[in-house]
Each structure stands twice: as C-alpha cells, then as structure tokens.
C-alpha cells in the first residue's frame, strides 16, 4: 500500500525459547480450557465467553480457566488464576489445558501462541491471528468470531487426550524449528545484511557488520 514490492517485504515471527520447558502428557479426561493474558478488548474474550457457554450444552463439566495479572473479574463461568511474572504462567500452561486465542485482530502477533507451542499444549485460535498455527497439524483455526465453530474446537480438544497429545507434539516442534532463536536470528541478520549490501551498491557508505555476535 506504501509502494514497495511484495518481493522485498520479510515479515520475521518473534522467537521463544522452548528448550527448558519439560514436556508433560495430558493426565486428565477432560481437559480445562485456559486463556493467558491480558484482558484488553482486542483479544475479543465475549467471543471466548459464548464458545464456552455453547460447549458446556454438550460437557457442563468443562472447566475455563483465565490466567491473568489484572484484577477485572467480568467474565461470567471463568475461574480465575493470578499470574503475575512468567513463573506463575508456567505454572498454569503446564497443566492439562486446551489453549484458547479468540483473538482476531492482525495486529501485532499473539506472544501467547508461542507459549502454548512450546509447552506443546492442543490450541484452538480464531484464522485472523492464528499465524504459526496450522489447522489439524499443530492445533485448531476456525473462523473469526464464530461462536459454535470455536465452542466445538473447544470441546473436540478437551475430550480428546490422543488429539491432545499428538497436537502438543507438533506444536513443541514449531516452535523449536520455526521460533528457535538461532533461526529467527538467522533470518532478520540476512535481511540487515541484505539491506546494507543494497545501500552499498548505490553508493551509500555503512558501517561495516561485526563478525562476533553481541
């Protein structure tokens, strides 16, 4: 839209560090639906709210659980976890839990994605955010705000420990091949190397790039 060529836009995913996260199996029968974040209206929780509603039709006994550092408690039918530094959000994605993101906005990328990946915990997410996710490979995408589509996800994946466990493992696996730092680091050194060398070649002087890495 600003007038540069598709062709020389990258766009680099942030990375995560997954390497010291324990994996763990799903333990329970019914997995609890958690949510982890702020609760800011971009992240279109009345969406969330609904989904769980609609699938407690069919299991009444599906637990939501809303991990957060705020104090807001508006949202009816959850149970809500303080999480106030990282530690404690470890503490509630290591346990049998279907992530939900029913976020849609593209702005910006769902840090809380990244997480769920590389605890390998069975996600669903709404298409407008749902970047490194791949419908029925690393977790579930439906369409954005539609209440049954992500109520039904929901329950798909809390009742199923198998789907569970077999989305959990490719998605601890994005996120050590696709999010691993050395590799994201790989790709935005190429596109600076990329840029300086274009500069070069026209006649703008820079900076030569270190060889060590800082």
């Known amino acids: 839209e600003c007038g540069c060529d598709r062709d020389r836009v990258r766009v680099i995913p942030p990375s995560i560090d997954a390497v010291p996260i ?3 199996l799903p333990s329970q029968e019914i997995a609890s639906v958690l949510y982890a974040g702020n609760l800011d209206g971009y992240q279109n929780l009345p969406l969330l709210e609904m989904a769980v509603e609609h ?3 069919t299991e009444p006994n599906l637990q939501w659980l809303v991990a957060t550092s705020e104090t807001t408690r508006s949202l009816r039918g959850a149970t809500y976890v303080h999480t106030p530094d990282y530690a404690s959000l470890c503490d509630a994605l290591s346990g049998d839990v279907v ?4 976020r849609t906005s593209w702005s910006g990328y769902p840090i809380k994605l990244l997480n769920a990946l590389a605890f390998g915990k069975g996600i669903v997410a709404c298409e407008g955010a749902a970047y490194p996710i791949r419908d029925g490979v690393n977790g579930r995408v439906v369409p954005d705000d539609d209440v049954e589509a992500f109520g039904a996800a929901l329950l798909e994946v809390a009742l199923d420990s198998e789907l569970r466990r077999r989305l959990g493992e490719a998605a601890r696996k994005t996120a050590l091949s696709e999010h691993h730092a050395d590799r994201i680091g790989a790709r935005i ?4 190397i990329n840029a300086c060398e274009s500069l070069g070649s026209s006649g703008v002087t820079t900076p030569p790039l270190s060889s060590g890495r800082e």
């Open 22 to 24: 324990a994996e763990r």
């Open 99 to 102: 992530v939900a993101c029913p």
């Open 189 to 192: 050194e190429s596109v600076l």
């Open 55 to 57: 699938a407690r039709k």
